[in-house]
């Protein structure tokens, strides 16, 4: 039976309202049933190893509920096996860690722009969670980058270098190697503008390294080698740029970070402060006492009695240094005593 253009527009025109209102209700069903969802869970809850729900996956891809359904009762290890992979893998693109290994950095909050910290910059900072007793500031604060003396607190030196690699308004945590829970947390919420070290006038270099010289006295002289060696290594990172032969403040910078390394227990590395006054001032007498008393605690002991000997010949009267020699001359003894001791029993 034909029907005529008319009918058919009319049935046509009928049927599009029709088409509308059960497209409007599938769309509406989908909706509730997405919202219905349980959340996607947190980074946080990832990082903790927590499986999360299967029904978040299917929240995070609507438009396949009906494949994400069949896995859930056809192939549920499956799933279960690739939820505990998400769970366990680290988003690397967070995580920051320190050239020298120190830390670990977890951005939170990813700040804005490319700009970041830089020496004489003063940030304005909201810090979280440092140990009771640090010595480290709780809450707001404006720290300024290579000066003061928050810098040489227990967490100091780490902090700085977790506030140089941040940007504007980023919220970070501060994880030690080996430690799950986070040491601190730090938000770099404004800075001024700083200037890299080779933006420096030579004068400015050295009279920041001088300030930083006065400091690293002051601390060892109260006790603290840790904070003095810090100072005096970044006294010595400032001048160092300069061209040579820079200042010969160098040379007592060495010397005194020499004696922080070996009360510090560092010998290799006070030998080469050493070594580094020596190039500079050969008869420099404590560099060559500091130097003897190095090589002797590495077992050294012919280096360590040439460097007290030549001590000793310039000044003969130097207690520290006859009785550093005495005891290299008794660990001589000692050695050369097991050593026969160890020939007679090979030829026994």
Same mark, same amino acid.
């Given at each position: 039976?034909? *029907? ?7 049935? #046509?025109?009928? !049927?599009?309202?029709?088409? =509308? ?16 969802? +349980? ?20 929240? /995070? *891809? ?10 859930? /009762? ?24 320190? +050239? ?12 804005? %722009? ?22 480290? +500031?709780?809450?707001?604060? /404006? ?34 190697? %080996?430690?799950?829970?986070?040491? !601190? ?39 603290? +080698?840790?904070?003095?060696? =810090?100072?005096?290594?970044? !006294?010595?990172? @400032? ?11 160098? *040379? ?10 070996? @009360?510090?227990?560092?010998?290799? @590395? ?20 500091? =130097? ?17 000997? #030549? ?13 550093? @020699? ?14 026969? =001791? ?7």
């Amino acid at each position: 039976m034909e *029907t005529s253009p008319v009918s058919a527009m009319k049935e #046509k025109d009928t !049927a599009q309202p029709r088409q =509308r209102e059960e497209n409007a209700q599938r769309n509406l069903d989908a909706t509730v049933q997405f919202r219905q969802q +349980p959340p996607v869970p947190t980074p946080e809850a990832l990082e903790l190893g927590v499986r999360p729900d299967p029904a978040s996956r299917i929240a /995070e *891809t609507p438009q396949k509920v009906e494949h994400s359904e069949a896995g859930l /009762e056809g192939d549920t290890d499956q799933l279960h096996v690739s939820t505990n992979e998400t769970a366990e893998r680290p988003q690397a693109c967070d995580l920051w860690y320190c +050239p020298d290994g120190s830390f670990v950095k977890k951005i939170v909050v990813r700040g804005h %722009g490319l700009d970041k910290p830089k020496l004489g910059s003063r940030c304005r900072v909201l810090a979280l969670g440092f140990p009771f007793g640090s010595g480290m +500031p709780e809450g707001w604060t /404006e720290l300024t980058i290579g000066i003061g003396q928050w810098r040489e607190k227990t967490w100091g030196e780490l902090t700085e270098k977790c506030l140089e690699s941040m940007c504007q308004g980023e919220e970070a945590e501060i994880h030690l190697p %080996g430690s799950s829970a986070p040491l !601190a947390n730090l938000r770099l919420d404004s800075f001024t503008k700083g200037r890299d070290s080779w933006e420096l006038a030579a004068m400015e270099k050295e009279a920041l390294a001088k300030e930083e010289h006065m400091r690293g006295t002051e601390l060892f002289r109260a006790g603290d +080698p840790k904070g003095a060696a =810090r100072c005096y290594g970044g !006294a010595l990172r @400032l001048l160092l740029t300069l061209p040579p032969p820079g200042p010969p403040e160098q *040379t007592i910078l060495y010397a005194n970070l020499a004696a922080c390394q070996l @009360l510090l227990g560092q010998p290799q @590395l006070a030998a080469q402060s050493c070594d580094r006054v020596l190039e500079r001032e050969p008869g420099h007498l404590k560099a060559l006492y500091r =130097r003897g008393v190095a090589q002797a605690a590495l077992g050294n002991l012919e280096k360590a009695t040439a460097d007290l000997k #030549k001590v000793l010949a310039a000044d003969p009267q130097n207690r520290a240094a006859q009785e550093e @020699l005495g005891k290299v001359v008794i660990e001589g003894k000692k050695q050369d005593a097991g050593l026969a =001791r160890g020939l007679r029993k090979m030829f026994c």
